[in-house]
């Protein structure tokens, strides 16, 4: 009777490490291993509707939650990425978006810098040469 109750505890242990491991992996879940990336993929870009710039995957605020809850019911219902961030985005008005939208003025809000960028050092460039040709003359 001692022997086995030696193996007991270390087989408990050895279930409860395993049950844990695959309720963690997501095993269990009813979700398709492509609708949980595509559910993990929008809620890093979806913004906390209560919180400053956490996306509903950094937060667990109630309404982080709720908006995930949200997301994964639109995913399950078939809609693509698109329609679902246009749902939340009327939901929510376009905060809820942490990437600005690639249209109208946000276009001219990123291209001006780069382009500002690409002038400076072009210029730096320009200077550089020049200097070294005026140092090569002499």
């Known amino acids: 009777m001692s022997e086995r109750r030696r193996w007991v505890g270390p087989v408990l242990l050895a279930l409860v490490v395993v049950a844990a491991l695959a309720v963690g992996s997501g095993v269990l879940s009813s979700a398709t291993p492509g ?4 559910i993990a993929a929008l809620e890093v ?5 209560s919180c400053e ?3 509903v995957a950094e937060s667990n605020a109630p309404t982080a939650v709720a908006v995930r809850k949200e997301i994964a019911t639109l995913v399950a219902r078939g809609q693509n990425d698109a329609e679902i961030t246009s749902v939340l985005e009327a939901q929510y ?5 942490l990437l600005p939208p ?6 001219v809000l990123w291209v001006v ?3 500002l960028l690409f002038l400076a050092i072009a ?4 200077v550089v040469v020049r200097q070294r040709r005026v140092r090569g003359e002499r």
Not at 45 to 49: A, G, R, S, V, Y
Not at 93 to 97: A, F, R
């Open 35 to 38: 609708a949980r990336q595509r």
């Open 45 to 49: 870009t979806i913004k906390c509707p």
């Open 53 to 55: 710039d956490l996306s």
């Open 93 to 97: 008005g376009p905060t809820i978006l």
């Open 102 to 107: 690639r249209k109208g003025l946000t276009v």
């Open 113 to 115: 810098p780069l382009a």
């Open 123 to 126: 210029g730096l460039v320009l």
